[in-house]
């Protein structure tokens, strides 16, 4: 996010943005699902996408996790392997951060900041 972006609000001198966190499931449904949405600096978003790698868990996980293991992507994003009590992964997920940058009713209502 630059200061010349459409979507950046400045906040107490802070330059935000709406974001999402996402998380996909890549063991069974392969669907991709909101975890949170939120204003905040690219700062706190990267902070909340770490956050969410740590301690997320897909909402059909019926036992406990007794192992983590989460991978960096080059991108940004993060694949995480939760285990259960045997060697192979019980889920596999990938949490991805995403910064909205259009959205069509800007142009009806006068801007990012009205939208919100």
């Excluded at 802070?14 to 996402?22: F, N, R, S």
């Excluded at 204003?39 to 059909?60: Q, V």
């Amino acid at each position: 996010m630059t200061k010349g972006t459409p979507t950046a609000r400045a906040f107490g001198g802070k330059l935000m943005a709406l974001w999402l966190i996402t998380a996909e499931t890549l063991d069974t449904d392969h669907a991709t699902r909101t975890v949170a949405r939120f204003d905040g600096t690219r700062e706190e978003a990267e902070a909340a996408l770490r956050d969410a790698a740590i301690t997320g868990e897909p909402e059909f996980a019926l036992r406990r996790t007794v192992r983590r293991e989460i991978f960096r992507y080059g991108d940004g994003a993060y694949y995480v392997c939760l285990y259960g009590r045997s060697d192979q992964p019980r889920h596999q997920l990938v949490f991805r951060l995403a910064e909205l940058v259009l959205d069509t009713a800007w142009e009806k209502e006068g801007g990012p900041a009205a939208t919100r």
